[in-house]
Structures are given as C-alpha cells and as structure tokens.
C-alpha cells in the first residue's frame, strides 16, 4: 500500500506532468510567433531567472553564492547534462505538439520517458539505486504500450 507521502510526492509529479503538457503547449505557441529556438532560449532564460529567484528568497541555511560555487566542482560532469538536455527536451515538445496535438506528443512523451525510467532503475544508471525490473512492471509496461496504440489509433 502506499504511504501517506509516496500519495503526496505522486500527486506533485502529477502535477508536474499536467504541467509538461500545459508548458509543451505554450512553447508551441511562443514557438509559431517567435520561432522554435527562440522561444527555446527565451523559456529557458525565464526559467533561469525564476530558479535565480527561488535561489535567493527561499534558500534556507544558505552559504550564499560562495557556498554554491565550493560545492560545484564536486558535482559529476555528467550531472550537468540536465541544462542542455532540458533545452532539448523543451525544443522536443513545442516542435511535436504542432505536428501530432497535444494529446499524441504527450503519449509518446510518458511511453519513452516511462521505458526510459525503468531502464536506469533496472540498471542502477546515473548514481541511481539499482531497482530490478519484474513481470509486474513489464505488464504494466505492456497495457501502457496497448493504451498508446489505442490512443494514437485513428
């Protein structure tokens, strides 16, 4: 059964896929008016500038920026990849959107993002903790691909 905080902490990443598919819209939008990569940089400039913000407001027992900077070089080089694998992701999204509708980029997105997932779990990728992959979770997997035909079916 699930606890009371696993039922909160997926209901936040629900909140944050709805999310997904509400900014994947919206950068289509910018996208069409502006261009795609554009509106690729002008997203991800607001979002370092929301980010900056929570930064310096809501940062408790901060160090300040000094405090930050000492801990970089401890971070993995690879870790970094997240900046510009979200640009791609952002380009993706409002480039597919146009072309599929919202509800097609949007099972594709969650198809691939959920084989990708069980893929680093399954194999403890990234700094992950290995979590095997079982019969249940491919069950799952397959009535996910049999919902997408079926979503995707014209």
Known sequence: MFSGEKILFLLIAGVAGALMA????LNALAGKIVGLIQATFIVNLLGSVTAGLLLCFFNPGA???????QKIPSVPL???LGGPIGVAIIYGVAVSIPRLGVGMATTGIITLQLLTAYAI???GL?????????????????????????LLKK
């Not at 990234?126 to 079926?150: D, Q, V």
């Open 22 to 25: 509400v900014q994947g819209t």
């Open 63 to 69: 160090t300040g920026f000094g405090g930050i900077l």
């Open 78 to 80: 690879y870790a970094w």
């Open 121 to 123: 779990d399954h194999f």
């Open 126 to 150: 990234l700094g992950r903790e290995h979590l095997p992959f079982n019969w249940i979770k491919l069950t799952g997997i397959l009535l996910l691909a049999a919902g997408s035909y079926l």
